[in-house]
């Protein structure tokens, strides 16, 4: 998983920062779902970027971990696979590391984000049955801890992860998906693509506006909710006035609820396949269990 994602880090990380990726040999099976982890990693990744503005060292390593009773961990004794994001950035104060998974806490300038990265891994990773950690010294960089758990049981995976078949559409659906962080908006494209859909991006509500201008055949709109300079919601009210009736899903980091933002169908972050083809169904109404 990780070495698949190589070329979309670096891209996305830039010229001044050394990607370096290290693992274990022959790993066993870790309890996960694939498009959950691949967007923990994503979301540790943007983090790690806006942390070395002039450049520097993003490390991405996977290791076997036995955790033995009374080690200290908030997990039961075991083996697992602990996967480590590290980067030589700026880093955290001891004040800053203890609020750093808190919803809406951030170090960023306005429009560089809602400071909902670190505490989206956080949920993502207990939704695995998993354990998330952070240290950080000011100066010397941050390093993220992804903690999951080992096990041969191919039916425990499935059990545990997917818990419901996610949903395939009865037909390819042409969705324009809108996310200012370029990891992120990857990470749900995947997603949207495994479940069998045409995915064309936009990096904002502009660009979105003007696809949708030039894509005829677009017939969903997923788009996130917090964004630079035009938001989901705004998106949505000039996205009515030019194409009346076009579908649209929110995805949003917000925690007040699940109810329905400027009338929109609402996905809450973190999701899962499951949730995704979901609310996806919801909107549409065109997708039927495989």
Sequence with gaps: LIEGMRDLISSSIGPTIELQLRSDPDLPQALADPGQLELAVLNLCVNARDAMPDGGKLAISTRLIEIVEGSGFELPAGDYIRLSVEDSGTGMDADTLARAVE????????????????????????????????????????????????????????????????????????????????????????????????????????????????????QLIVTDYKMPRMDGAELARQVRFDRPGMPMLLISGYTGGSGPIADLPRLNKPFGLVELSEALRTVTGQFEPA
């Design 103 to 218: 919803p809406f806490f951030s170090t960023k300038e306005i429009g560089r984000g809602t400071g909902l990265g670190l505490s989206m891994v956080h949920g993502l990773i207990a939704q695995l049955g998993g354990v998330f950690m952070l240290d950080s010294t000011p100066g010397q960089g941050t390093r993220a801890d992804l903690y999951l758990r080992v096990t041969g049981d191919r039916s425990e995976i499935e059990r545990g992860v997917f818990r419901d078949t996610p949903l395939t559409a009865t037909q390819t659906l042409s969705i324009l998906l809108v996310d200012d962080e370029e990891l992120v908006r990857e990470g749900t494209a995947e997603m949207l693509r495994s479940l069998g859909h045409e995915v064309i991006e936009a990096d904002g509500g502009e660009e979105a506006l003007r696809k949708l201008k030039a894509v005829q055949h677009i």
